[in-house]
């Protein structure tokens, strides 16, 4: 079955960095874009950034840009998160989702979702 | 940015009712409209995508209908596990992509 399982959260100081990691099991992970979507605690989620399928394109929220980085290696299975200069107003659950849809971002929508990787920006 | 607005933000119905949930956004997004249902320390499921469309395995009592700026997600004859937290999300002006601030659907 698809699964998507994120790891690599925790708490992080202000102003430092983290990296989210998320595995891809049980479909042609090259074949599909990528997106990470968060959640803040009690709130809707937000999206953050799409990657395409082969990695040539990416964007992201403007909360992020700048700051964050969208990457995979497609040999790995793999999809990352690189945050940089997190801010508490970054914290949250992440999640990264498969992508649907014909188009990189019009039309498209999320599924499956992993389960989340709690990241929490604190002093 | 398009804002998307879901009303009501809660809900209290009992089971085998039928409901209705609305989102409407900032201005046109065609069909571009994506429903999803999330129960607590759960991620966000898909259940209706470009509006209409009901993803595979949703059962049939969920359908969603509107194009435009005005959707509607019903639910009819509820089970006590549709109770939950429901999302519009909005793909149509990109990027961002855009969700609605969610619906919180309770046992009366």
């Known amino acids: 079955q698809v699964q998507l399982v994120e790891s690599g959260g925790g708490v992080v100081q202000p102003g430092r960095s983290l990296r989210l990691s998320c595995a891809a099991s049980?479909?042609?992970?090259?074949?599909?874009?990528m997106h990470w979507v968060r959640q803040a605690p009690g709130k809707g989620p937000e999206w953050v950034a799409v990657?395409?399928?082969?990695?040539?394109?990416?964007y992201y929220a403007d909360s992020v840009k700048g700051r964050f980085t969208i990457s995979r290696d497609n040999s790995k299975n793999t999809l990352y998160l690189e945050m940089n200069n997190l801010r508490t107003e970054d914290t949250a659950m992440y999640y990264c989702?498969?992508?649907?849809?014909?188009?990189?971002?019009?039309?498209?929508?999320?599924?499956?979702w992993g389960q989340g990787i709690l990241v929490t920006v604190s002093s | 940015d398009i804002q998307m607005t879901q009303s009501p933000s809660s809900l209290s119905a009992s089971v085998g009712d039928r409901i209705s949930i609305t989102c409407r956004a900032s201005?046109?997004?065609?069909?571009?409209l994506n429903w999803y249902q999330q129960k607590p320390g759960k991620a966000p499921e898909v259940l209706i995508y470009t509006a209409s469309n009901l993803q595979s395995g949703v059962p049939s009592r969920f359908s969603g209908s509107g194009s435009g700026t005005d959707f509607t997600l019903t639910i009819s004859n509820l089970q006590p596990e549709d109770f939950a937290t429901y999302y519009c999300q909005q793909s149509y002006s990109t990027p961002p992509i855009t969700f609605g601030q969610g619906t919180r659907l309770e046992i009366q």
């Open positions: 989702a498969r992508h649907r849809g014909a188009e990189l971002l019009s039309g498209s929508w999320f599924d499956p």
């Open positions: 201005q046109s997004i065609s069909s571009h």
């Open positions: 049980g479909f042609t992970f090259r074949n599909y874009a």
């Open positions: 990657i395409s399928y082969d990695g040539r394109n990416q």
